[in-house]
């Protein structure tokens, strides 16, 4: 019988990811990125101290089998801790400095560029002579039977080190990650070990570490060598050989009646892994499987793009109000969107995508302060530690909160907060075999080569605020290529200054280019109501979800050596309750206001029925990201009468085909 593992014939790669530096920041994601780095993305290790500074767990203080107790990610103290937590301060470390690294890149911050210089030729100093970076002594490295950090610490460690070789270009550096895979590989060889073998089932360490998949795709698309997809193979075969409670198991997959209900975060990172094994092989089995997972994580996803994960799935499907998402599932949601997207060249993923990072990224940061929410809900009524204020239960919760650390619980969300940027500033281009794509929309600069010459595009635009860019494009030399341009879902109408055609949602124009060349493009939308299948219904438009934010007051639950940082509950002052008569919608258009934070500026004027006071009444909406508290959903009325102005109610998007 066939094995579902077998190549059969590998499919090709419809886009090619660019290097981590290649495209930068402009307009507001670049002054958000910059503050994001002057605040708890550069201060993170001033803030936990003892768990970056103080626990050099990648050198001298490797774990050995003496080790029974440490300072993690939490206030957990004592003897004889788990092993699930001994591995947390590697996570903490190196997100950290993956999103450190990336920021130091495309903000061009000489300072944080020295910072990352010298980390880094740290690190190489760290590595063994048989090529092994890691977390474990070598009395525990490669002998588990059981929880460990393995392969998890060197992923989150070594994704950071491939982001400064594309921008560096340091032959050292790469071949230090070459060796240290090699070693991997070495230890744990093809077809005669089992690196996920585990007494536990329920081992987060253990199965965050299939993410090593990360590494092996990125060197596969560098060097070209077959020998790490083919590796990456193994371990996810190796991974489903188990009973894990995981949902990316190939058996739960392809188990009719399974409903996703494991850890979110691992759920939509393993995604990735899938989705590699499947351009690895071609094998129609996994091909099958890759569909099915993503209809299922579809189901997961909020009306502002966040993925349930607050922490367990639980057979859940998404609610505005009662599931929550995790930052770190935002983060891992979306780079696996991405990897969709790069393999697949499939348009409707740039849609996710954005949805996620305009909305339920930015609803989870705080709009002034140097602060994200652990786990946060579209509909966010409380933060006061428990899902919308909910009583408390004797294991205390305190995810739902704001804070620029989260020791309380891990400090996993805020590291993974500095990650998502950087990842969205990389996808936001790739190339293709008849020229350049813009994959994502949003201001930001573009340096690269094509046809042996030099390209440089800004994509000058204040989108999502603004739907009109200017592409101004400067060439070495006069070459011929084609300019791709995803046409987002919600276009109703555009003007482009150029000839162009339509293919499977993007906007092309090909021609001969001169040196310097400007295209200008305007996208046109109207606000929609979209139904959440739920008898609720929010509102749009364009890229952003809009909601009515709802007045707080704030408590400050602890105060941080350094000025400015805090942890941060907030209340609501008054308790509302709207809904929205879907036969007759009146929304006016979108007005602007000058503020600092561009998800404020803009505003919708919705007549919603008060249902507590019984009466229609005109309130102001905005972006998603402007808000502490809010709600975002309304009930769907259909028989209440008010005189306004009837307007077509639109249909449900058509889902996504991988």
Request: proline share 4%; net charge positive; aromatic share 10%.
């Amino acid at each position: 019988m066939p094995s579902p593992f077998d190549v059969i014939n590998p499919p090709k790669e419809k886009l090619q990811r660019l290097l981590c530096g290649e495209v930068i920041p402009q307009g507001w994601i670049r002054d958000q990125m910059k503050q994001d780095l002057k605040g708890f993305i550069g201060h993170l290790d001033q803030l936990v101290p003892n768990l970056i500074k103080q626990d050099d767990i990648y050198g001298k203080n490797r774990l050995t089998k003496k080790v029974k107790t440490k300072r993690l990610g939490n206030v957990r103290q004592g003897h004889d801790i788990d092993a699930q937590y001994l591995w947390w301060n590697s996570e903490t470390q190196s997100n950290w400095r993956d999103g450190f690294i990336r920021h130091a890149i495309l903000l061009d911050d000489q300072s944080a560029l020295r910072r990352t210089a010298a980390y880094i030729r740290r690190i190489l100093r760290l590595q063994d002579a048989d090529g092994y970076l890691g977390i474990y002594d070598t009395d525990l490295r490669y002998r588990f039977s059981d929880e460990n950090g393995e392969l998890w610490s060197k992923a989150t460690l070594l994704r950071g080190l491939l982001a400064w070789y594309e921008y560096s270009r340091d032959e050292r550096v790469l071949q230090s990650i070459i060796s240290a895979v090699k070693n991997v590989m070495h230890h744990y060889p093809v077809n005669a070990s089992d690196p996920f073998q585990s007494k536990n089932l329920k081992s987060g360490g253990l199965t965050h570490g299939l993410m090593f998949t990360d590494v092996l795709d990125r060197l596969h698309q560098i060097t070209g060598d077959r020998k790490y997809l083919d590796y990456g193979l193994f371990l996810y075969r190796s991974f489903s050989s188990h009973e894990f409670e995981e949902d990316a198991r190939l058996s739960n997959i392809l188990d009719p009646e399974y409903k996703l209900k494991g850890h979110g975060v691992h759920t939509y990172e393993h995604l990735r892994s899938l989705t590699l094994v499947y351009y690895a092989t071609g094998n129609p089995e996994l091909k099958k499987a890759l569909q099915i997972f993503v209809s299922r994580i579809e189901k997961e996803i909020t009306p502002a793009g966040g993925p349930v994960g607050d922490e367990w799935i639980l057979e859940r499907t998404a609610n505005a109000t009662h599931t929550g998402y995790e930052y770190c599932s935002l983060q891992e949601m979306l780079d696996s969107w991405a990897v969709l997207m790069q393999k697949t060249g499939e348009s409707a993923w740039g849609d996710s995508i954005e949805n996620l990072f305009f909305n339920a990224a930015q609803g989870a940061r705080h709009p002034q302060g140097h602060a994200i929410a652990y786990c946060k809900t579209d509909n966010s009524l409380a933060m006061t530690g428990t899902l919308n204020g909910a009583r408390q239960t004797k294991k205390k919760q305190l995810r739902f909160k704001y804070s620029p650390t989260h020791q309380d619980v891990a400090v996993c969300c805020v590291p993974n907060a500095g990650r998502i940027a950087p990842y969205f500033v990389n996808a936001m281009w790739r190339k293709d075999e008849s020229g350049l794509v813009a994959t994502l929309l949003g201001p930001c600069e573009l340096n690269t080569r094509l046809h042996g010459t030099s390209v440089r595009i800004v994509e000058e635009t204040g989108y999502p605020f603004s739907n009109r860019f200017t592409f101004h494009i400067s060439l070495g030399r006069s070459i011929e290529f084609t300019l791709r341009v995803r046409k987002p879902s919600w276009v109703k109408r555009l003007l482009v200054s150029e000839s162009y055609r339509e293919e499977n949602g993007y906007l092309l124009i090909r021609k001969k280019w001169k040196k310097q060349n400007s295209v200008k493009l305007e996208f046109f939308a109207e606000p929609q109501v979209k139904f959440t299948g739920e008898n609720e219904c929010y509102i749009t438009s364009g890229a952003l979800v809009y909601a009515l934010p709802v007045k707080s007051r704030n408590v400050v639950s602890k105060k941080y050596p350094i000025a400015g940082y805090a942890d941060i509950f907030y209340t609501p002052v008054l308790k509302t309750d709207y809904s929205l008569d879907v036969q007759r919608v009146n929304i006016s258009g979108v007005s602007k206001l000058k503020t600092k934070n561009p998800f404020s500026a803009n505003q919708l004027h919705v007549t919603l029925y008060n249902r507590r006071k019984k009466k229609f009444e005109q309130v102001t909406l905005i972006p998603i990201g402007g808000t502490l508290l809010r709600r975002v959903t309304f009930i769907a009325e259909q028989n209440t009468r008010h005189p306004l102005i009837s307007k077509e109610f639109p249909q449900r998007a058509k889902r996504k085909k991988l």
